[in-house]
């Protein structure tokens, strides 16, 4: 009987808490591309990436010089002047190599950096909707994840206190 009647409230709970809950979902990848600052973003990324070639074709062009260089003086150098004159190049390519290498690396980090505050405008928005229409969770659909939970079903914090876990609050 005790078992019947606590699968009663279990069901009658498990009711309640699905009327309480309303979801939606969220495209901001959609948003993004819609949104009129992303031209001055895109304008942004590109001058960087113009200004990692510029470095690159500085780095490049030093390269070759110090190789036309050694090549049309080498019968002058001595064995160590020839050997040192080799090691400054041969670092010159690693340099280069290294340079060419994270430059991809460089450039997602400052489209992120570039595209930061539009997600933030986008997060601001999607939260005062949320709030204002009573959703207590939003998926995004491009990526499958949760993008907005209403902070009162959010357990981190009780956890982080049951745990003995000090809970430092972010500044503003």
Do not use: C, H, W
């Amino acid at each position: 009987m005790k078992k019947v009647i606590l699968s009663i409230l279990v069901l009658i709970a498990s009711f309640q808490v699905n009327a309480q809950s309303k979801t939606g979902t969220i495209d901001t990848e959609f948003i993004l591309s819609k949104m009129p600052e992303l031209s001055k973003v895109q304008e942004d990324l590109k001058a960087y990436n113009t200004k990692l070639e510029a470095e690159l074709k500085v780095k490049v062009d030093g390269y070759q010089a110090k190789v036309k260089e050694y090549q049309e003086k080498v019968a002058s150098f001595t064995e160590p002047v020839k050997k040192t004159k080799q090691e400054e190049i041969i670092a010159l390519e690693n340099d280069i190599a290294k340079f060419r290498q994270n430059g991809s690396q460089l450039v997602q980090i400052e489209q992120n950096k570039l595209l930061q505050p539009l997600y933030q405008k986008i997060g601001k928005a999607l939260e005062e909707t949320a709030k204002a229409e009573g959703y207590t969770q939003v998926f995004t659909i491009t990526t499958s994840g949760l993008a907005y939970i209403d902070p009162k079903f959010d357990l981190t914090k009780t956890i982080m206190t049951k745990l003995g876990i000090k809970i430092e609050e972010p500044k503003k």
